[in-house]
């Protein structure tokens, strides 16, 4: 059985950093395309920034370019996001989601590809 668990969430002030964190049990982490969601009250769940397998290809949402760094490292098994300066509008539920795939290069840039998803974990950005 496949888990996706996020961890990192919390209360952040604007301006200031936070790291999330996604950890992959039941299968084999290096086959898997990676993805950070959020969801906003009201809003739809948006992909933040997606990874492949071959870590050689990243897709990060225009608006938060520049402020988002992936980091994934396939001998640790281990996937994180990295945000700086961060901003209210941050505020949401942040989910890790991971797609089993044969592409080496394919970073999956919809909801719907993405096989496994974690519970979520809550960023708030305020003062």
């Known amino acids: 059985q496949v888990q996706v668990v996020e961890s990192g969430g919390g209360l952040v002030q604007p301006g200031e950093s936070l790291r999330l964190s996604c950890t992959i049990s039941g299968t084999n982490f290096g086959e898997l395309a990676m993805g950070w969601f959020r969801q906003a009250p009201g809003n739809k769940r948006e992909l933040l920034a997606c990874?492949?397998?071959?870590?050689?290809?990243?897709n990060i949402l225009a608006s938060v370019k520049g402020r988002i760094t992936l980091d994934r490292d396939n001998v640790a098994k281990t996937f994180s996001l990295r945000m700086t300066n961060s901003k209210p509008e941050d505020t949401a539920m942040y989910y890790c989601?991971?797609?089993?795939?044969?592409?080496?290069?394919?970073?999956?840039?919809?909801?719907?590809?993405?096989?496994?998803w974690g519970q979520g974990t809550q960023v708030t950005v305020s003062s």
């Open positions: 989601a991971a797609r089993l795939t044969r592409a080496i290069f394919n970073c999956p840039g919809t909801e719907n590809d993405y096989n496994y």
């Open positions: 990874i492949s397998r071959s870590i050689q290809t990243t």
